[in-house]
């Protein structure tokens, strides 16, 4: 008899798990993939939309082409999830599943902060690396200021990416010498997860750069006034501000009793499998706690790599075909620095003591690998 295989988000988790379910199950089973948005937007190439060397267009793509490929589409707001019964209610209307997947993501809450959404630019949204790109290229000077507002965000390197890539930018129209870019993180260091010496490295890259880091520092508010009020009494005026607001568990998520202490969906670390039966989360909407005393970071290419096991393992339990499969925690980044150049961090985060991380200095090589990269990933999944 043929199954529903019902995947609740369409994002880098979701699309992934949708096509290798579909490709490897028998027509007779149902594969199906809900999403509030219409068009899925590849969220690494933000930052290329920050410096105009993207539109929106460009980097996005409508989740209905899926249905060619015989993955049902349903374009709605997961209002609730039961997940003893695996019933789900999207827009009122309520779908069952045999096997559910959550790959809803993390929900981004710049409300956390009084007064940032209305004084900054969300680096985190396609909406926000417009908005930004639209005040990079009237900005004549000034202190541009760069700001994480909680630790624990999605893709560790990204602010620092942006730093570095804004700085190119201010020197290619000329305001460079006129500018002061300052980085404050809520983290201790960039990328801590990865290590003392990636933290080092990339604090070197953003000195070379002469950006400022001021690590550690708690936003508490915005002024209006261009001001950012932290923990601890510190104040810095801005006149262009980009920030990373706090993240959480979406509130369906939260609401459907899914989330543990740390707040989000807690998995089997190796096969993404949630307490309820028949119920797997992946992606940024778990936390996967490691030795350190940290959880692996948030990232597409763990969400990716997540969701091949899960759809393998749900193959396996349908079909009773291939193998049960196995996340390991390895990953790999690019990190932009600007000039055309990237990094490249890759290693085992589940190795232990501690995870095992190298990071390869900035060259054109791994800039156009990032590049090639998102070509091949739109290209493929969607
Ligand atoms: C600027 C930036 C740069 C990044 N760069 C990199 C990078 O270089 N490398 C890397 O590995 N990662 C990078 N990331 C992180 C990466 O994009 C995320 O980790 C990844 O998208 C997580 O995948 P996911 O499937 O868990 O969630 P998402 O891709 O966020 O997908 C979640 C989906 O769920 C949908 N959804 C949520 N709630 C509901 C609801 N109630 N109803 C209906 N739909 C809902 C959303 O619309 C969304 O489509 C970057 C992120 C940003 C913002």
Known sequence: MGKTVLILGGG???????????????GEHEVTLVDRQASFAFAPSFLWVMTGSRTAQKISRPLARLERRGIEVVRGEVESIEPFSRGVIVDGRSLEADYLVIALGAELAPELVPGLSQAGHDLYSLEGALSLREALSHFAGGRLVLLTAAPG??????????????????????????????????????????????????????????????????????????RLRFAGGLEAAFDLLAYVPPHRAPEVVREAGLTDESGWISVDRHTLQTRFPDVWALGDVV???????????????????????????????????????????????????????????????????????RLHRPARRWHLAKVFYEKEWLGRWL
């Open 12 to 26: 880098v988790g979701g699309l992934v798990a949708a096509n290798k379910l579909r490709s490897w199950l028998a």
């Open 153 to 226: 965000y999605k893709c560790p390197a990204a602010p620092y990416e942006a730093a570095m890539l804004i700085e190119h930018e201010c020197r290619r129209r000329g305001v460079r010498g006129q500018t002061e870019i300052e980085l404050y993180s809520a983290e201790p260091a960039p990328m801590g997860v990865a290590g003392p010496e990636v933290s080092e490295s990339v604090v070197r890259m953003l000195g070379e750069k002469g950006i400022r880091y001021h690590p550690g520092q708690q936003i508490q508010t915005v002024e209006a006034g261009r």
């Open 287 to 357: 936390s996967i706690p490691l030795k350190l005393g940290k959880p692996l970071p948030r990232a597409g290419v763990f969400a990716h790599r997540e969701a091949e096991v899960v759809a393998r393992n749900i193959r396996r339990a349908i079909s009773g075909k291939g193998r049960q499969a196995a996340f390991d925690g390895r990953g790999q980044c690019f990190i932009e620095a600007g000039s055309g150049k990237a990094g490249l961090g890759h290693g085992s985060f589940y190795a232990e003591p501690l995870p095992e991380v």
